[in-house]
């Protein structure tokens, strides 16, 4: 007897993924570049830029504030007035993004989405940087 639950799971997951632009795990949404225009347009949401400030200055997302991962738990405060507000958070790639939300997570931030590929699939995608 073959059990296909996971395999199956998987790409329904996928599935949702491309027709929605979103997938949630442990409390955090990934979403493609789409997704994350129209949370920027429709949300008042916090932008966070979680690579190093030489990343940051060589293009960034507009309205996007910097908070490099490696400084995230020592600079929380900046950011708790967003507690329970929509909080996208990017990165190069999405590798430091989604730990960056895992720590956010971790402090209490319930409203979190991690731009999947970063902000090479937002300039794939044609949008703008700064």
């Given at each position: ?48 830029d ?65 731009l ?15």
């Amino acid at each position: 007897m073959h059990h296909f639950g996971l395999p199956i799971a998987i790409a329904a997951s996928v599935i949702v993924y491309i027709v929605y632009g979103r997938v949630t795990t442990a409390g955090i949404k990934w979403i493609n570049a789409g997704a994350a225009q129209d949370i920027i347009k429709q949300v008042d949401a916090l932008l966070l830029d979680v690579r190093t400030s030489q990343e940051f200055r060589s293009g960034h997302i507009n309205g996007a504030k910097l908070l490099p991962v490696a400084e995230l738990e020592n600079r929380m405060g900046e950011i708790t007035d967003w507690k329970d507000r929509q909080i996208l958070v990017y990165c190069h790639s999405g590798t430091r993004s989604a730990k960056a939300c895992r720590i956010l997570k971790k402090n209490g931030f319930g409203k979190l989405a991690n731009l999947n590929g970063g902000i090479l699939s937002w300039k794939s995608m044609g949008y703008k940087t700064v």
